[in-house]
């Protein structure tokens, strides 16, 4: 089943508002014309989604945010609710990246609410999974993959929309990814986790990978069965260098 390929940079903590322009303008530039069905998504800071909406819209590229509260509204200061992103354009989120977790105690219950409350209102979420390295050197990868995908396909009966990014910690920021089988291994235990809640809907949905994809491994990634793009951090703040990795995804 035919499934386009997404393309999705991180910008993580990273730009400022005034880097916009000059990076869209290069980044266009060294794509040049023919795209091909690649989707391609950024998910940038909050102070940038705005902007990055508003110039990202007329080429065709989806600006996404890089988390997201599952209230509508109410007494959550600092954060940000799904009607907020979507009233300045933004129309996708990551939800429970690894640092999230690690860093700002993001659980599995709180992916899953924030997942179930983005698809309720019409954001894509891309639901951020992966084991660290110590789970890997235990061999825990399958369980801790499968505890993550299977606590919010739990929660969803329509996985419409859904999309599921794997990132091994160990790979993100190091420079280490994933060999192409390592994260095809994984990417087929999830589709598998897909098709026995979603039946034939799972041959629909992507599943990204990301942890220190670059222009040099991407076309070996995106030729596996299961790899249906990349979640792309450090090579996706570089316009040339996130640019070629959209065309290998044509
Ligand atoms: P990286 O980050 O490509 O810099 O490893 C990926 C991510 O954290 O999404």
Redesign the pocket.
Known sequence: MGRNKLLAG?W?MNKLNGELAPFFEGFLQELGPHRGLTEILFAVPYTLLAEASRQAKMHGIRIAAQNVHFEPSGAYTGEVSIAMLKEVGVTATLIG???RRQYFGETDQTVTRKTVAALAQGVMPIV?VGETLAEREKNQTEAVVRRQVEAVLEAVPDPKDLVV?Y?PVW????GK?ATSAQAQEVHGLIRGILKKRYAAKADAIRILY?????PANIDELLAQPDIDGG??????LKPAEFAKMVKAGR
Do not use: D, P, Q, R
Request: proline residues 0%; charged residues 10%; glycine residues 20%.
């Open positions: 991180n993580k990246h690894s640092e951020c990014a990132e790979a993100i920021g190091t990814s990301g942890g220190s994809a670059n979640l792309v951090g450090g090579a996706s």
